[in-house]
């Protein structure tokens, strides 16, 4: 891997040691020698090498990202001592087949979500990828999970927003801004805008609002004539218009409760992380939660890309019984979800919506040829279309 100068994290991402100056990786690496060097010390060098860094492409991974794949590689290395049965914890150099399929043991013993047991899949792939060992970490099923143990489902299976598990969308936020009007207001920016939490609890409702001529936007696609600028996902900017009367009020209400032009929406005492647990106590406080309402906060994004399927189609979408949907006019929804949620493939659209509802036997779509089968410009089977950026 060749070497990079990535983003540091304060705290968890250490400046690069005196000592490795003008060193390769693998320079670096050999000044640990394998049954010589603690495992855990190992694992922290790798940590400090790569960790930044995205084992595909050439950029830098997000801090959570970072946070999360740290921990499980230390906890991975530790539990094949207590949980898997090894005498000894390996050298990650010395990581094998067996020790990887004790690990999937353990999960499958701890009955873990189809979710949880890809992304561990994947930090060993990354890990695999830092010691040059391409393919090390086979497919799932090689270490016998069965495709219900790791498929996810990227349709939602059920209706995930607020209104669609019977929450007073209006009363809620009314009880959540007499507890705390900063949370309130980023609710409500949630649900109207369709903005991430960190997302709302980031916006600026001064300064990241701008009149469209600003955005670089082509004119033919024009919604409204103010937007919204935010940064969302792997660092991607997107500008999400204030077309409605309720935008608008919600920006008008973001306003009217932060202190200055260049504030954001948390408190200005707090730093990130704690409006953010603020955020999430709050979510609990008023029962968003799966277990007491069966959706949590980011059933207000659901909330609000499903009026967006809506808006386009004029149908509700799929997860909430919309019918079949003309498959040019479903494609045309389903990139605006997409575009409008900051995700950079067309499929995503699904966890929101729904799985695409194709037409009734014997009955032909515009979008489709003589034989019933998608046409050209029908979505098809292409899930991995990129969305073109806003």
């Not at 489902?153 to 009007?181: C, P």
């Not at 919506?353 to 779509?365: L, V």
Request: some cysteine.
């Amino acid at each position: 891997m060749t070497s990079a100068s990535p983003g540091r994290l304060h705290g968890q991402d250490s400046p690069r040691r005196q000592n490795w100056a003008g060193k390769s990786p693998q320079q670096v690496l050999d000044m640990y020698p394998p049954g010589r060097t603690p495992v855990n010390r190992v694992v922290d060098v790798l940590i400090e090498l790569f960790n930044p860094l995205h084992t595909a492409l050439e950029k830098t991974v997000s801090h959570k990202t970072r946070y999360e794949r740290a921990h499980f590689l230390r906890r991975f290395f530790r539990e094949l001592h207590t949980d898997a049965g090894f005498k000894l914890a390996p050298d990650p150099r010395n990581l094998g087949q067996r020790h990887v399929q004790a690990m999937v043991q353990v999960w499958q013993r701890r009955k873990l979500s189809p979710g949880t047991i890809q992304t561990y899949l994947s930090f060993l792939r990354g890990l695999a990828m830092w010691l040059n060992k391409p393919g090390f970490i086979r497919r799932p099923e090689h270490y016998g999970l069965t495709p219900d143990e790791y498929e996810r489902h990227e349709n939602a299976q059920r209706d995930k927003s607020w209104s669609g598990n019977g929450i007073d969308v209006e009363a809620l936020l009314a009880k959540v801004s007499a507890y705390d009007a900063r949370i309130g207001a980023s609710m409500r920016l949630m649900v109207k805008v369709g903005l991430r939490r960190k997302e709302s609890v980031m916006c600026r409702p001064y300064a990241h609002v701008h009149p469209f001529e600003e955005t670089g936007l082509p004119d033919e696609q024009r919604e409204a004539d103010r937007y919204l600028w935010t940064k969302g996902k792997g660092g991607r900017a997107r500008w999400l218009p204030l077309a409605t009367e309720e935008q608008q009020s919600a920006i008008a209400h973001a306003r009217s409760v932060v202190s200055g032009h260049d504030a954001h929406m948390g408190a200005p005492d707090r730093d990130l992380k704690s409006n953010l647990r603020r955020l999430d106590y709050a979510l609990r406080k008023f029962g968003l939660t799966k277990r007491e309402s069966g959706t949590t906060g980011h059933g207000a994004r659901h909330d609000h890309l499903q009026g967006q399927y809506q808006d386009t189609t004029g149908t509700p979408a799929p997860v909430r019984g919309g019918g079949p949907v003309a498959q040019d006019l479903d494609r045309q929804a389903r990139l605006r979800v997409a575009r409008i949620a900051g995700h950079a493939r067309l499929r995503s659209a699904g966890a929101y919506i729904g799985a695409i509802r194709r037409s009734p036997a014997g009955s032909r779509d515009p979008a489709q040829g003589e034989t019933g089968k998608p046409g050209p410009g029908s979505i098809g089977d292409d899930g991995d279309t990129p969305v073109p950026v806003a």
